[in-house]
Structures are given as structure tokens and as C-alpha cells.
């Protein structure tokens, strides 16, 4: 499985970004897809996650203002981030697991400056 990300970039606070990330080699409408972020000097959080059948779960430091959606014609999964804030910062990764093995995107830097 192929994960390419994009869409970071510098936005102000209170301002909005919509990440995508497109999927190749495997079928991609029975994947689960995550979305997580590492900050400089902490730890790879889990951001939001969605199921093979669109349910959706988010951490609760992105609830209200985070989306997660998939586009299962294009392979794509998408984060829309609104009321962005200077915490937000990080590098986002999209992430999927087959059997056991884990799949991860490049990673797309966010900025959120205050």
C-alpha cells in the first residue's frame, strides 16, 4: 500500500486547511484510514480515524473542529481542519493497517501561527 499526503502548509490561527491523502495498491474502500500528527518533541498522536463503512473518531483535542471523509471512487482520504490553532502544528500523517503490517504517507507539514 501506497500513502501520498498533501495539502499542509502555513495558515493562520482560526484559519482552515484540508489534508488529502491518496491511496494505491490495495482496494482501498476496506481500509481503515487514520490521520495522526507528530509535534516537535512529542509523541505520534492518533488525530482521527475512519472505518471501512465511514464511521468516524477523533481525538478529543480536535473534536468540533476537525473532519474526517473518504472518497472511495478517487482512494482518497481526507481531514478538514478549521479553527486551526497554534497547538495544531505538527507534521500529519495518514496511516493504514493490512493484516499486521502498517502503512504510512510521507507526512505534510502544518503551521498554525498565532
Known amino acids: 500500500v501506497q ?3 498533501s495539502g499542509g502548509g502555513l495558515v493562520q490561527a482560526g484559519g ?3 489534508l488529502s491523502c491518496a ?7 476496506s481500509l481503515a484510514m487514520d490521520w495522526y500528527r507528530q509535534a516537535p518533541g512529542k509523541q505520534r498522536e492518533l488525530v482521527a480515524t475512519i472505518s471501512d463503512g465511514g464511521r468516524t473518531n477523533y481525538a478529543d483535542s480536535v ?6 471523509s473518504r ?6 482520504v481526507y481531514l478538514q ?4 490553532k497554534p497547538e495544531d502544528t505538527a507534521v500529519y500523517y495518514c496511516n493504514t ?3 499486521w503490517t502498517d502503512y504510512w504517507g510521507q507526512g505534510t507539514q502544518v503551521t498554525v501561527s498565532s
Open 23 to 29: 491511496a494505491s495498491g490495495s482496494t482501498f474502500s
Open 63 to 68: 473534536k468540533g473542529r476537525f473532519t474526517i
Open 16 to 18: 482552515s486547511l484540508r
Open 71 to 76: 472518497d472511495n471512487a478517487k482512494n482518497t
Open 97 to 99: 493497517e493490512v493484516g
Open 3 to 5: 500513502l501520498q499526503a
Open 81 to 84: 481542519m478549521n479553527s486551526l
